[in-house]
Every structure is written in C-alpha cells, then in structure tokens.
C-alpha cells in the first residue's frame, strides 16, 4: 500500500470515529450544562469555595470570574516554579528563570503551553503535575464555560443572567475532562506510552529523560493545551511511539471542539445551526490539510523534519489539526516544511482557529464571526442584520469586532516591534522571508493561545518571554471578555419572530457567506506580511 493511500485510510479511519461519537457526546455535554442536579464532589467543592451554585451571574460577573481564575493561576504557577528546588522530584533543575516562569505561567494559563524551555533539564515532575498539568484541565473548562454562556445568550431572552462561572468550570472539569483524559490516559499506556516518576533510564551508558508522560499526554491533547513533558513533543517516541498513538491523539485533540457544533444545535433547539457550523469548519479544514499534505509531498527534501514512522501523510493531518485548533502540539518540526506547507499551518492560526478551534474556543470564535457574516449581510441587503432571533445592533457588531480583531492587532504589533530590533537577527537561524516567518508564526501562536512553534527562532531573551507572554494573556483575555459582552447584550434581547425577510442559517447559503467572511478577514488582514513571508518563500 502506498503512503498516499494509508493516509487516505487514516483520515477516513479519524472522521468515522469522530461521526459515531458526535451525537451521543455532544448531547451529554449539552446535559452537562443544562442539567440542574449537582454531584457529590461538584458539592464539595462548592462548600470549600464557598460558591452559591445555585446562583447565576450577569456577563460583567462572569467576566470578573473568568478574569480573577486566571489571575490567581498565574500568580500559583509563577511561585511554583520559583520554589521547584524546595519540591519532590526536581532532580536538581533548581528554581525555573523569572522571566521563563512569568512566560510559562502566562502560557499554561491562556491555554497556549508555549514552552521556551527544554522539559528535560527545566522542570521538575511536580511542577510537571500539580502545575502545568492542572492549567491543562482548567484553562480547557474555562474555554467551554465562555461558549456555554454565549450560547446561552442566544437561547435566553429578557434576563441578564448567564449561568455560574464556577459551576460551568467545575462541570467542565469534573464531568468532562477529567474521566475522557482518565480512559485514554489509559489507552495510551497500553499502545506504548510511557509513564514513569524516574528522572531517566540508562541505555548503553547514555542517560534518556522519562516521565509521567501518559497522564500529561492524554489531557494535553484533549484540552487542545499541546505543552509536552518531552522537548520533542508528540514526534518523541515516548509521547507518540507509533501510528495507532499518533491518530488517538488527533482524535483527541478534534473529538471535544467538532462535538461542541452538535452540543450547539442541542442547546439552540435546531441541531441544523450546529450542522451548519461544522460543515464550515470541515471545508477550511479539509482544505488546509490538502494544501499542507501536497506541499510536502511535492517538497525537494519530503522527509525533512519528519518523523520515518509517521511519513508525510500523518505529519500533514497531525500539522494541520494542531494548528486549526488552539493545540499547538506538533509531530514533526514545521520550520522544515517548504513555504507553501509552512504557510498553511501559519494560516491555521490566522483564520482565528475556529476550524475546528480549540475547547471552547472554537465554538464562541466562529459564533463571533458568524455575526460578522450577519452584520456583512445586513449591509448588502439594507435591514437590520439577525442571527438565531436576535438582532445585531451597535453593541452586539462592536463586542464581536473588538472579539475578532484582537489577534491581528496582537499579531501585527509584536511581529513588527520584533523584526526591526536589532537583537532580533541574533535570535533567527534563517535570514530572509523564512526569518520573517518565523517571527510572524512565533506571535502568531501566542496571540491565538496555540503554542507550536518554527524551531528556527530562539525566544529565551527578556524581549520575547515578555512580549509572547503578554500577547497570549491579552489574545485570551480581550476576546473572553468581548464575547461575554455580547453574551449579555444578546441575552437582555427579546425573540425576533422568522419573517419572510429573514436569511435562514440552516443552508448553502449562510455557510457559504460564514465560510467567505472567516476567509476575506483573514486574508485582508495578513496577506501583505504573509506576502513577504511564506509566499515569498514558495514562490523562490
């Protein structure tokens, strides 16, 4: 069988198992934040932080919610890595930098696992595990508890309640995150991964780094988190050994955001809207994923950066979906891919990683830019635009714009402070269009929380942990908030009746404007510096 068609095999094998766990999964997490009922340990929890779960907040409550988890987060994670020397199982790494655990503390929150370290030599296993691997549970509840509360400004109408903050998140966590990342923890084990408390094992005389990989690994993917325990990431043969591990983990790392649409639907009462919204995010998938695979497999040197057990073919599906969702985990070194490959995966992210998008993140993103496509709609045909019997006025087309182009600006601002500093060149190991790449994919991935990398720029400087750590706080933080505002305004609203001047959102028509608006945005905004980037590397 030729590599060709054992990828098609592959892909096809990934999207039957996604479509038999769709439904029941996404239904059980519409129950999961519908439901009234409390269990014992959600109880528990509640009673030691002192939580009314019985009670709902407004957007502005909700927000300062969201905003003070993420705060204290930092703050522990930061102290924990200041103190790694005073814990169990440091192995003598010492304390973690100032500014590397500023930047990692940042990153583990944001749920970008941006890592300018090496793991083997700078973290301990308890950092490992009561810090970094925490951040990968919550900061995913985090995630899915913001797109609960947009939707449930969509289906609520004349009340300025959106739920409860710590209810959603403990839900999240407990019901959802935490027993899927305990099975496939699990299934890892048995396929080859490795999990283990040692420092390292010797082999012929050479010591080679272990840890508790399985654990991290399982909830590193499925919270679209992508921080490895290992520096190689996923092509590490102890995090990802073979082909079976290599497509659980895309499974897992697409299984919560493509069943999120049909948890939409549910929610909404027309499972067709969650429909639409998948069948726009599969088309810019799917395409991302032919550009990439063909690039590479088109390549002067294919196998560069690749691992042999994987070949091109899950190299390009693993690439494509870490960078379409929020992941950022990686399997083989995207700096190696040609330009047109490389472009691909740097677009991923400047679409917005709404296709799929990450936990949470993705859902409310192309919720967002679906009002946008409304609103573009609104203006070509002279009414007010609506979306789901709500109108979009001023307020609803502001929040969703300050939503939207949060990224860019973060994106365009840091990689064009970065590229004229002269400390800059010192940090690059290619010059020219692939050196400006590099520097736009860096800032790329942290104002969209992704977290990968082109492994050709060295971001251990004061400038780059500041300013990275600053645009992955400020590309989670602003959209939340700009989302949870539209949250409220949408959930003040009455219904708007169906009329016959109503756009329906349940065909061809709507997808095809959603699809256009998620393109034209991006492309208006980045072609000028993907121009003098990865384009202009393709085209040498």
């Not at 019985?54 to 919610?65: H, I, K, M, V």
């Not at 990224?407 to 500093?421: K, N, T």
């Not at 942990?465 to 409220?488: E, F, K, N, T």
Request: charged content about 10%; overall charge neutral; proline content about 4%.
């Amino acid at each position: 069988m030729s590599s060709t068609s054992a990828g098609l095999l592959q892909v096809a094998f990934l999207l039957v198992a996604l479509a038999a766990v769709y439904r029941p999964f996404g239904d059980y997490m519409a129950r999961v934040y519908t439901g009234g009922k409390h269990l014992r340990v959600e109880r528990a929890v509640y009673r030691i932080a002192r939580v009314d779960a019985d009670s709902e907040q407004r957007w502005s409550t909700y927000a300062l919610g969201v905003l003070g988890f993420s705060f204290v987060g930092i703050v522990l994670l930061y102290v924990l890595q200041r103190v790694q020397s005073l814990l169990p199982w440091d192995f003598g790494r010492g304390d973690v930098p100032p500014g590397m655990s500023f930047n990692t503390a940042i990153s583990f929150v944001a749920n970008t696992n941006w890592q300018s370290y090496v793991p083997e030599t700078v973290m301990g296993h308890a950092v490992q595990m009561v810090g970094l691997t925490v951040q990968n549970f919550v900061s995913g509840a985090v995630g899915m508890a913001v797109a609960m509360a947009l939707v449930r400004g969509f289906v609520r109408h004349r009340t300025d309640r959106l739920g409860n903050f710590w209810v959603d998140l403990t839900r999240g966590t407990v019901r959802i995150l935490l027993p899927v990342a305990f099975v496939f923890a699990i299934v890892l084990v048995a396929a080859g991964v490795v999990m283990s408390l040692k420092s390292g094992v010797d082999v012929d005389g050479q010591t080679v780094a272990t840890a508790p990989v399985a654990s991290q690994e399982a909830i590193k993917e499925l919270g679209t988190n992508g921080g490895g325990i290992l520096n190689a990431n996923s092509a590490h043969p102890f995090e990802n050994p073979n082909g079976w591990t290599n497509l659980v983990e895309i499974f897992l790392i697409l299984v919560i955001p493509v069943s999120l649409t049909r948890t939409f639907g549910t929610m909404v009462g027309d499972r067709r809207q969650g429909h639409v919204l998948l069948g726009v995010m599969g088309v810019l998938w799917g395409a991302m994923l032919a550009v990439i695979w063909v690039a590479e497999a088109k390549g002067l040197r294919p196998l560069e950066g690749k691992e042999l057990r994987f070949g091109i073919p899950s190299s390009a599906l693993f690439a494509d979906t870490t960078t379409a969702t929020s992941t950022g985990a990686v399997n083989s070194l995207h700096d190696s891919y040609t330009g047109l490959g490389g472009g691909g995966t740097l677009l991923n992210m400047l679409f917005g990683e709404m296709t799929p998008g990450g936990v949470g993140t993705g859902l409310y993103s192309i919720l967002v830019m679906a009002v946008i496509a409304m609103f573009l709609a609104g203006l070509m045909v002279g009414r007010t635009p609506e979306y789901l019997g709500k109108k979009l006025g001023r307020r609803e087309v502001t929040a969703a714009a300050v939503s939207i182009l949060a990224m860019p600006a973060l994106v365009l601002i840091g990689a064009g402070i970065a590229a004229v500093l002269p400390s800059t060149q010192g940090a690059l190991n290619n010059p020219g269009a692939h050196g400006l790449s590099e520097i736009l994919y860096a800032y790329a991935s942290a104002s969209n929380n992704n977290g990968s990398a082109f492994g050709g720029i060295t971001v251990t400087s004061d400038w780059f942990q500041a300013s990275l750590g600053l645009c992955m706080l400020l590309g989670r933080l602003v959209p939340i908030v700009a989302v949870l505002c539209l949250a409220g305004s949408l959930a003040a609203q009455r219904k708007v009746p169906v009329t016959a001047g109503t756009l329906p959102t349940t065909g061809p028509l709507f997808a095809t404007l959603l699809t256009g608006a998620i393109v034209l945005v991006a492309a208006l905004t980045f072609v000028p510096a993907l121009a003098l980037g990865p384009i202009a590397e393709a085209l040498l």
